[in-house]
């Protein structure tokens, strides 16, 4: 049974700064990776998707990027700014014949003025 | 740019009523899905349709039913509330079952006393 992790589960940082969020999973064998963007009260936006034969997506300052071999992917945000405050989850599509997404529990960053 | 729109936004109940949850897209999607969020738990799949008319079972199906009549709407039915109901439900859809994202609506927080 696929597992995601996130790590740290919260994390502050001044604003300005560039920052890397954390996501493992247990089964390389994923069909796709999505990172997710949740505010408080409210759904989730989807940020960024990455196949599996891809090692990485960009949208503005946000980086994602995706080893299936160590099982990890990790969420570049560049020059961070107080309205990226918010939760990110991570999801993992694992399999071909899968609908189900294995969610991460999030990490809830702060970018503080 | 109304997306995905969940009704209601919240609701108490009492254990063992029932209420039925509604879900409406306008992206003209094939793919709905019912989520529910608890803390520490991330997010679980409760049930989903893959077209108008039909319905699977997810992660977490027990003590919820759904229908899928109109492909715009997916209901989340529940029988006979439960305390362990007591959740933030997100309905979600996507175009097709794999290379596209799900798109969220802002959820419905559900207490059941």
């Known amino acids: 049974k696929q597992e995601v992790t996130q790590i740290p589960a919260a994390l502050s940082v001044p604003e300005g700064e560039n920052l890397v969020l954390n996501c493992s999973f247990t089964?390389?064998?994923?069909?796709?990776l999505q990172w997710f963007r949740q505010d408080p009260g409210k759904g989730l936006t989807s940020l960024l998707l990455?196949?599996?034969?891809?090692r990485e997506q960009t949208s503005g300052r946000l980086n994602a990027s995706l080893d299936k071999s160590s099982g990890r992917s990790t969420l570049y945000i560049a020059a961070s700014q107080p309205g990226d405050s918010a939760t990110y989850l991570c999801?993992?599509?694992?399999?071909?014949?899968?609908?189900?997404?294995?969610f991460g529990k999030g990490t809830k960053l702060s970018v503080i003025p | 740019n109304a997306g995905v729109t969940q009704t209601p936004k919240f609701r108490v109940l009492k254990t063992g009523q029932s209420m039925t949850l509604l879900c409406a897209q306008d992206?003209?999607?094939?793919?709905m899905y019912w989520y529910r969020q608890d803390p520490g738990m991330g997010l679980r799949l409760i049930h989903y349709?893959?077209?108008?008319?039909?319905?699977a079972k997810g992660e977490v199906p027990d003590g919820y039913n759904v229908s899928r009549l109109k492909k715009q709407n997916f209901l989340l039915g529940l029988e006979s509330a439960a305390p362990s109901q007591t959740s933030v439900y997100f309905c979600?859809?996507?175009?097709?079952?794999?290379?596209?994202?799900?798109?969220f609506g802002d959820g419905t927080r559900l207490s059941i006393l």
């Open positions: 089964d390389s064998a994923i069909y796709n």
């Open positions: 990455i196949q599996s034969s891809q």
């Open positions: 999801a993992a599509r694992s399999g071909a014949g899968s609908y189900q997404l294995t």
């Open positions: 979600a859809s996507s175009r097709d079952k794999y290379n596209q994202p799900q798109h």
């Open positions: 349709s893959v077209g108008e008319g039909t319905t």
């Open positions: 992206m003209n999607h094939e793919y």
